[in-house]
Nanobody
């Protein structure tokens, strides 16, 4: 079992920054992919970013590439999403997800490959 708790969301003006955190409790943290997804009102959940267990591989959605940075701290069992130059279209509930079964290695952007999800944290970007 893995418990994921997100924090760091909030209201920010366009062009501003936020850093999301996701704390993991449970199984060995350093061995699995950790990802961020988001879901805006009336839209499907979409992939944002993911990072491998070692931290050596990161993937980003085209819409956030160059603005968002994912990182992880294994000692703290925490994954971060630094979001810069935020846009109103980034407004969504952001979810942290963990791949325990090792499926994300094959397809890291697919939500179906992640086994555990947090409750989400709201990010609102005003224009």
């Amino acid at each position: 079992q893995v418990q994921l708790v997100e924090s760091g969301g909030g209201l920010v003006q366009a062009g501003g920054s936020l850093r999301l955190s996701c704390g993991a409790a449970g199984r060995t943290f350093s061995t699995y992919f950790m990802a961020w997804f988001r879901q805006a009102p009336g839209k499907e959940r979409e992939f944002v970013s993911t990072i491998s267990g070692s931290g050596g591989s990161q993937y980003y959605a085209d819409s956030v590439k160059g603005r968002f940075t994912i990182s992880r701290d294994s000692a703290k069992k925490t994954v971060y999403l630094q979001m810069n130059n935020l846009k109103p279209e980034d407004t969504a509930v952001y979810y942290c997800a963990a791949d325990i079964a090792g499926r994300a290695f094959v397809s890291p952007r697919a939500g179906a490959n992640y086994d555990y999800w947090g409750q989400g944290t709201q990010v609102t970007v005003s224009s």
